[in-house]
Nanobody, 117 residues
Framework: QVQLVESGGGLVQAGGSLRLSCAASGRTFSRYAMSWYRQAPGKERELVATVLSGGVRWYADSVKGRFTVFRDNDKNTVYLQMNSLNSEDTAVYYC???????????WGQGTQVTVSS
């Protein structure tokens, strides 16, 4: 079973930046689309960004222009560069492999992002 390990979260002031990382085990990482999700307290998990195997990217409207998703297939890692953070970005962030737009692996532990205003 592929394991996902997210890291890079923390406490940041509004307007600041963070870069999240998600390392995946296994040897087929490059074949699959990878997505970042987030779950804020009391809310459902939501899709934030996706990068396809060929590099095409998609973003939720709420993060478009502020977040950038990219991948390093040699390192089996997907990243989420987050700029101009605001309090609404506070959440636990998770990554997952996606197929037909749905997550297919067991969720990792996530990484907490807290933005102070």
């Amino acid at each position: 079973q592929v394991q996902l390990v997210e890291s890079g979260g923390g406490l940041v002031q509004a307007g600041g930046s963070l870069r999240l990382s998600c390392a995946a085990s296994g040897r087929t990482f490059s074949r699959y689309a990878m997505s970042w999700y987030r779950q804020a307290p009391g809310k459902e998990r939501e899709l934030v960004a996706t990068v396809l195997s060929g590099g095409v990217r998609w973003y939720a409207d709420s993060v478009k222009g502020r977040f950038t998703v990219f991948r390093d297939n040699d390192k089996n890692t997907v990243y989420l560069q987050m700029n101009s953070l605001n309090s609404e970005d506070t959440a636990v962030y998770y990554c997952n492999r996606v197929r037909d737009g749905r997550p297919v692996l067991s969720w990792g532990q996530g990484t907490q992002v807290t933005v102070s205003s």
